[in-house]
């Protein structure tokens, strides 16, 4: 029999939560094509299809949860088996793991978009379906923006189309953000590949970046479409939806080591040609999301995100206002008052650089007796929008001594 003594085991049950950066309003969507995920959500969010995560805590504290619940649960908290919450997680992200619950590569390659985006601030709703099909009922909930999800497998397209085109026309838009996948020959052939999406509701990026996973020490590759719309979170929390998501000061990437492919200047205009926005990285400075550009062709203004997100804001924030003249009296005190609300809201826009002229029409000229009289109430408001800067052209000029300048 051993000699008395006292032994100490040290039960590892941390899972470090990345570093983020400030809270935005901004709330993102995914919808994955597998049930990869299904297990983060309780009992009756996975019945629904969806769930929302607030921040990166949360999502961390799902997977945590998602450990114990497949390695056994309380028996490891009670130290009955060595164990560390940490590593069994890395597994999951990594591959490894061979147990039951977790589809390996899969549920990796739709939880990594995820907690990129996070990253970024925004909050987010995470829905899984059998198939290409999003839940029933996901479309209605209002989130601004909706990112691909999973790997390159095009089916990923699918549901997300369904969504933004189902929001479209409705009072809640949310912009669609795709990824063109790195082929194994060209970027000339990545593009003749992917089907851009004609339409201002939809924005395209190119590639993938190369990062550390959640250990720190090994490194992951995922898709850039979760950073595009963490770059459009960032651009709500510390400017306006009317601003630009790109350049140097809201199109950060974060956590990047490399992309995986390092587009040469002639690559970028043959992506940004194409309609689909490359991202930059600038020896010494950092990497950048370098374009804008929504699938709408150049000779619109709804052919750059901000502008076209613009509207989108308009649509949401006007949509109330709409409502609360309906069944009232159709004359001239209702259409005016309408009209003050409307351009009061307009105002502020200007004020903040969203738009630089507009003109509320909403008299007898659109709202005519036969109008009236079919329970009608007509307005039409014109915008002048206030474009970004995508070119820039700088003289220098030399002048000797002896001249004026």
Known sequence: MARPNVQFRILDESLVVPVTEQFSSTIGAVCNITTALKRMGNTAEQAQGYFYVQNSSEWYNRLTDLVYLNAGGVTFVQGQTAYSVGSCAASYLDGTYTG????????????????????????????FANGT????????????VIFQGGSGNSSYITPLQTIVDAKASTEKPALGIMYVPIGATSVSDDISNFTTATDKNYAVVYGSKVHFDVTGLNTVTTPLAADLAGCIARTDRD??????????????????IRLSKNLTTAEQDAVYNAKINPVVTFSGEGTYLYGDKTGEPDTSTLSRINVSRLFMYIKRSLGPVARSILFEQNDAITRSRFKIAAEGFLDRIVAQRGISEYRVV????????????????????????????????????????????
């Open 133 to 144: 099909t999003p839940p029933a009922g996901f479309a209605d909930i209002d989130f601004q």
């Open 100 to 127: 039951t619950g977790v589809s390996g590569a899969t549920f990796r390659n739709e939880w990594y978009p995820v907690n990129n985006f996070l990253q970024y601030g925004g909050g987010c709703y995470v829905a």
């Open 362 to 405: 909403c008299d007898t000229s659109n709202n005519t007796p036969e109008v009236v009289e079919a329970n009608y109430f007509v307005a039409d408001i014109l915008i002048k929008p206030i474009t970004s800067i995508n070119y820039v052209t700088i003289t220098l000029t030399n002048k000797d001594l002896s001249s004026e300048l």
């Open 239 to 256: 400017f306006y939806p009317w601003f630009s998501p790109a350049g140097t000061k809201k199109g950060r990437i974060l956590n990047v």
